[in-house]
T-cell receptor, first 113, second 108 residues
């Protein structure tokens, strides 16, 4: 089983719908992250959490919200999806002492029509 | 935060060396990283270099760091078809900032 699991892996939805992407990890890491990947733009940080009670905005948090339900679970929500949120979304985790070594899930491809 | 720039595409012949370049703006990054993304997969850490080092070698990989010019490079010796991927450089102060990624295509 993968250390970082994302669900769903693929999702097609319509403008205005609420979408939740879920992430769970078995690494035992305190730090979790949500990134989106767009061609030519690389990875951009949406939200990050350094522990269960800590939530921080990244560089592109508008239109997104997150919930850290437990150390192992970090979900990303799009309250009202719009077409420019069509992207590949990645969840990642890291250890406190090796913060730059991220472990990524396989990604969730979201298409908003 | 860290701004990281890298060229978008590189085509290399199988068996040749690949060199992927990256420039960054924030000299306070403690570590600088190279990640690899194979098709349909998430990113995986390839190698990293501590900011007080100039060079790090790991089998076919050589990382060079020029702190004066804020330039980082990754050299892959004897490039193979399995090296076809997107390569990201990243720097960290409190959290990682990634470059746009360099798509490396290995041709026969």
């Amino acid at each position: 089983d993968a250390d970082v699991t994302q669900t769903p892996r693929n999702r097609i939805t319509k403008t205005g719908k609420r979408i939740m992407l879920e992430c769970s990890q078995t690494k035992g890491h305190d730090r979790m992250y949500w990134y989106r990947q767009d061609p030519g733009l690389g990875l951009r940080l949406i939200y990050y959490s350094f522990d269960v009670k800590d939530i921080n905005k990244g560089e592109i948090s508008d239109g997104y919200s997150v919930s850290r339900q437990a150390q192992a679970k970090f979900s990303l929500s799009l309250e009202s999806a719009i077409p420019n949120q069509t992207a590949l979304y990645f969840c990642a985790t890291s250890d406190v002492y090796r913060a730059g070594e991220l472990f990524f899930g396989e990604g969730s491809r979201l298409t908003v029509l | 935060g860290e701004d990281v720039e890298q060229s978008l595409f590189l085509s290399v012949r199988e068996g040749d060396s690949s060199v992927i370049n990256c420039t960054y703006t924030d000299s306070s990054s403690t570590y600088l990283y190279w990640y690899k993304q194979e098709p349909g997969a998430g990113l995986q850490l390839l190698t990293y270099i501590f900011s007080n080092m100039d060079m790090k070698q790991d089998q076919r990989l050589t990382v060079l760091l020029n702190k004066k010019d804020k330039h980082l490079s990754l050299r892959i010796a004897d490039t193979q078809t399995g090296d076809s991927a997107i390569y990201f450089c990243a720097g960290t102060l409190y959290k990682l900032s990634f470059g746009a990624g360099t798509t490396v295509t290995v041709r026969a």
